[in-house]
């Protein structure tokens, strides 16, 4: 059996970590022309929806993070979309939201010391909104790998304080601004 256009579309976004769901709307006559083909998919905050209409593509839609949707005419921009993640300055755009970030739990205010902070952390979990996309993050400041160790600071630069430790995982450095909580 041949496979129709839209399942095509619906295997290569499950092949790139979209959720994906193809409803067909088959009309009461049962003519295969106008079959309507509607293919909904969601990956992290992109949305994208494609209707065909029979054999041929009637409209497409997509939006990341609710921004302004655009609307790709033709299948080979629809799977670049499918395929490709989006771009680092789409990321970069998405701020997370205000409220987590003022709702931190930080036991140090803005301008202590680097040494009372680093006392504050040394051996507890702490947790940050990653800039690049607006993820919650958690990580232990372990004493064992930090103790006397170059890489355990607190420094400054271009205006914000940073966080900088190692761990099993390898080396963090985080913005001050960003850590939501101390645990």
């Known amino acids: 059996m041949i496979e129709h256009k839209s399942e095509t579309l ?3 976004a499950l092949a790139n970590e979209w959720k994906a769901q193809l409803i067909p709307d088959i009309p009461l006559d049962g003519n295969v022309d106008e079959i309507v083909w509607n293919l909904n998919c969601v990956r992290d ?3 994208m929806s494609v209707i065909y209409r029979g054999n041929r593509l009637a409209d497409a839609t997509y939006s990341f993070n609710g921004d302004e949707p655009s609307h790709p005419q033709y299948r080979n ?3 670049k979309l499918l395929e490709n993640k989006p771009s680092i300055r789409k990321l970069k755009q998405s701020v997370p939201s205000e409220d987590l970030v003022e709702s931190r739990s930080v036991p140090w205010v803005k301008d202590d010391p ?3 902070i680093l006392k504050e952390v040394i051996g507890r979990e702490i947790s940050w909104v990653r800039k690049l996309d607006g993820m919650v993050c958690t990580g232990v400041v372990d004493a064992f790998y930090n103790t006397g160790s170059k ?3 607190v420094y400054e630069r271009n205006g914000n304080r ?3 430790w190692i761990d ?3 080396f963090h450095a985080v ?3 960003a850590i939501i909580a101390v645990s």
Request: with cysteine.
């Open 10 to 12: 619906l295997h290569i």
């Open 45 to 47: 905050r992109e949305r």
């Open 77 to 79: 921009n629809v799977v």
């Open 114 to 116: 680097a040494f009372l």
């Open 151 to 153: 890489y355990f600071k």
């Open 162 to 164: 940073f966080l900088e």
């Open 168 to 170: 099993v995982h390898g």
């Open 175 to 177: 913005c001050l601004d």
